[in-house]
């Protein structure tokens, strides 16, 4: 048998190819090339970072997030006592503003009284119903805060009374309010009007 013959009938390995060969026919005692069919992929060996450090960037952006909670808290806190001090001292200032535009109708109706009970007298009908709108006017305006500044007799105080001038009484003691000229109020505990008065001297 030929080494040609020999050659042919050689048993390949299942997935090798056998490459041809221009110097291998007729040539004695060379073995045919074998190529694989796949060629090895390389191994990539996965990064691993060092778990001590992971933890500690965690640890350091759960502290970030923490604080940045609490002062996103504090900040709404402050807005919300912020927003409900304003609201009070809104509603103070619209009530405070109305009521001092009601002294003056208020004024007229205690005027005309005076008035009408020195001209027809206090059982005179006209006398009577103003009295009566006048009560319920203040009736009105008390229940919104106001009240009046007690004077007549009381000790002169200058956080409550406006003192026009000083005259003799025989009723009064010295330094006491002997005359009320004009009415004072008070809304709430804050005055709203220093009421105007003589002074005994």
Known sequence: MSKKKKLEEAPVEEGAVVGECSSCEGAAGETPVVETAEAAEPVVEPVVEPVAETVAEAV???????????????????????????????????????????????DHLDHALSSLAKTAGEQDPSYQGVRLVRTEFRSVMERFGL???????????????????????????????????????????????????????
């Open 60 to 106: 350091s952006e759960e502290a970030k997030l923490k604080d940045r909670l609490l002062r996103l808290q504090a900040d709404f806190d402050n807005y919300r006592k912020r927003m409900a001090r304003e609201f009070i001292e809104n509603r103070e200032q619209a009530a405070k503003d109305v009521m001092e535009a009601m002294l003056t109708p208020l």
């Open 147 to 201: 009240k009046g500044i007690e004077t007549l007799g009381k000790a002169f105080d200058p956080t409550l009374h406006e003192a026009l001038g000083a005259i003799p009484s025989a009723e009064a003691k010295e330094g006491d309010v002997a005359i009320e000229v004009r009415a004072g109020y008070m809304l709430g505990n804050r005055v709203l009007r220093a009421a105007q008065v003589m002074v005994a001297q």
